[in-house]
């Protein structure tokens, strides 16, 4: 296990820029184009993981596929607004990281912020996030989860935010797209 550990950490680190840079991603997507910025600096793990898949191009043609707004949440006490994607076939997938908190990075879930989804602190993976307006409940200490350790963030979108909001809104079964948006691709942008 200590093995894979650090093998998992090596790999992670091998996706990471020199110091204070940030990562420049644009997800082209069937309903537009997103641009993020990635901030290893911040969230060392969370970025790394999340570039290992882009440079990997897992994410070409998964697709978004959940939403979450006001309307769609009825049994949750603490609502959120966001958009999650990134549904790479469970055999493709690289070991789940440790949980990066807010608290630890001081990195919150304002408006365009992209973060890791997860089940329990320890899961996450593949599958990111995008929140529409500011969601604290997602930042540790946040009660959308019994935990209290709320989620990874570790980038947030420069441009796009129409797109993000086209696709919150485009028809739903639950929290389910009918018509899940393929992701085309998410590549690194040159500096």
Known sequence: ??????????????????????????????????????????????????????????YNGSTFFRVLT???????EFKIEVIQGGDVAEEKCFPPIAHETTKMTGFRHLDGVVSMA???????????????NVQPELDHGGRRN????GFAAFGRVVTGM??????QYMEVSGQYLKKPVTILSIRRQEP
């Open 162 to 167: 129409d797109v993000i909001k086209k696709i």
């Open 70 to 76: 006001a309307d769609n949440q009825p049994d949750s």
């Open 118 to 132: 997860r089940a329990a602190p320890g899961t996450a993976s593949c599958s990111f996030f995008i929140c529409v």
């Open 146 to 149: 019994p935990d209290g350790q």
């Open 1 to 58: 296990m200590k093995m894979i550990m650090l093998t998992v950490l090596s790999a992670l680190l091998l996706s990471m820029p020199a110091a204070g840079e940030k990562v420049t991603c644009r997800i082209e997507t069937a309903a537009g184009d997103i641009i993020i910025e990635v901030y290893p600096e911040k969230a060392p793990l969370s970025a790394a993981n999340f570039l290992r898949y882009v440079d990997s191009g897992l």
